[in-house]
């Protein structure tokens, strides 16, 4: 009887145990299938969220969630917007010409003719020394002056800064001599020294339009004297002076009112040279801080019988830089001013 109750004690104590591993198995199966279960909702939920981002940000960009996806790339998508610009009346002014745009993205402002073909005079003299900078680093470097360049340059009755033939003058002094008093023995100088002679220069200067994208010019000399093939247009003469103002050699020069050369053989005392633009504003009394406060810090004069007057200037209003690009000024008074009075009135329209 005894052993028969044992044995009894035995199948319960061994059917709880299983028991027990049955119901141990169940709630490890249960747990496996509610933690798969809510891995599944957290994937659910978050394509969910990645879903209603991209829609959101679709309808952003198209401007109706009911058109088309735009396949614009990531960088076209975050392009900003340029800030408007102000619109400048042209009325009133001296110039059959004149293109105003700001400096940071040309963004255009007033065009009065500005895409039409001009004959750029001087103004041709900013690529010259653009490409001087760009292929003559050491400003100290000294080049002799040409003897043969004089002839043609008097018979022309070319502007000179005054060098002398087999002067030594250094590429800084040059550049002074070319941006200044709009030389252009300095200008020959530079170009054979560069270009291996004027016509390999020109070569360079068409091939720099080009890769400027100035598709309106086209380049016959380094001085800008008349050649019927010799053009520009007001716009395109603006970027060429948005590039140039990337040199910091370039700007601390144009900006000079008075530069004294270093001494030569020549000129012992070296040469004084004054600025065509800003003596002028000196001379007339007239000032280059206007009323509105914008300030007219540099640029580059030309005249001909053919281009009349002309000026590429550069001025600060508000945080701002501004170019202004005019040509043919010709009024019967001849006066020598009406470009620059013409830059004082477009900058003064800065609001």
């Known amino acids: 009887m005894a052993q028969k109750k044992k044995n009894k004690r035995r199948r319960r104590q061994f059917q709880q145990k299983v028991i027990l591993s049955v119901l141990l198995v169940i709630i490890i199966g249960l747990i496996g299938v509610l933690g798969y279960q809510m891995q599944k909702n957290e994937k659910k939920q978050t394509d969910g969220n990645a879903s209603a981002s991209s829609s959101v940000s679709s309808s952003s960009l198209a401007g109706d969630s009911s058109e088309p996806i735009s396949d614009s790339s990531p960088e076209e998508e975050i392009t900003p917007t340029p800030e408007p610009v102000q619109q400048i009346s042209s009325d009133g002014l001296n110039s ?33 020394a653009l490409l001087t900078i760009e292929n003559l680093p050491d400003l ?148 280059t801080t206007l009323e509105n406060g914008a300030v007219i810090e540099g640029g580059k004069t030309g005249f001909t019988d ?26 019967d008074s001849g006066s020598a001013v009406d470009s620059i009075a013409d830059a004082s009135t477009v900058y003064g329209r800065l609001q």
């Open 306 to 331: 053919e281009a009349g007057q002309c000026l590429v200037s550069f001025a600060e209003y508000g945080g701002e830089e501004y170019i202004l690009v005019t040509a043919e000024a010709m009024t």
């Open 96 to 128: 059959q010409h004149a293109l105003l745009v700001r400096e940071s993205d040309l963004a255009e402002m007033m065009n009065l003719g500005g895409d039409e073909r001009i004959y750029p005079a001087s103004m041709t003299k900013i690529m010259t």
């Open 140 to 287: 100290n470097e000294t080049i002799t002056v040409p003897e043969d360049i004089f002839e043609e340059l008097t018979a022309q009755d070319a502007s000179v800064a005054g060098f002398n033939p087999y002067e030594q003058p250094t590429v800084r002094d040059l550049l002074y001599g070319v941006l200044l008093p709009s030389g252009a023995d300095a200008c020959e100088t530079l170009a054979r020294a560069v270009g291996g002679s004027e016509e390999g220069f020109v070569a360079m200067m068409n091939q720099k339009a080009e890769e400027l994208g100035l598709t309106n010019t086209h380049f016959e000399n380094c001085t800008g004297l008349h050649n019927d093939n010799h053009y520009s247009t007001c716009r395109d003469i603006a970027v060429l002076m948005s590039e140039c103002l990337k040199s910091d050699t370039f700007r601390e020069i144009v900006t000079r009112e008075v530069y004294t050369t270093e001494a030569t053989a020549s000129h012992p005392e070296g040469i004084t040279l004054y600025d065509t633009m800003l003596h002028r504003f000196t001379s007339y009394e007239m000032s």
